[in-house]
């Protein structure tokens, strides 16, 4: 079993760049038209927007966990990028999280603690509750939170 980073973690650019898109056309639209207004949109959309969406294209890139015959490899990704491999009787506990949102996309957050006290919090992951599935008959404590 594999879970990778989920789609929607574009959305909060995507949300954004509709919000300011819809706020340089109202200004446009407005006799006289708000130039100031128009301006910081237009800025908002050339500078913001683009960083937003690199950054969570750098955010998908690498970050992943398979879970396989006994062991798990989990990869964090991101600036600081750690890779690692573990018996799945090493994991100590497994919570997932999920917003209402996340709930309906198939999304969520994993954390996924270790015995020797290691812990890996993986946000925007693909089916949370399939990767509990899989790591579930090899351990006992498995928590699942619901946020919002």
Known sequence: MRSERHWSIYLP???????????LF??????????????????????????????????????????ASGDMMISTGGLRSEKVRVNLASVSNVHTAQSYLQKLVGAGQVRID????????????SAPDRLVEAIR????????????
């Open 114 to 125: 270790l015995t020797d006290g290691r812990q890996f919090v993986l946000d925007d992951m």
């Open 13 to 23: 650019a995507l949300s954004i760049s509709i919000l300011w898109a819809g706020v």
């Open 137 to 148: 008959p090899e351990q006992e404590g498995v928590d699942k939170v619901s946020v919002g």
């Open 26 to 67: 109202w200004a446009d639209g407005r006799e006289p038209p708000l130039e100031t207004l128009k301006l910081l949109a237009l800025a908002v959309e050339i500078i913001a927007v683009p960083a937003l969406y690199f950054w969570a294209f750098f955010r998908t890139r690498g970050a992943e966990v398979a879970v």
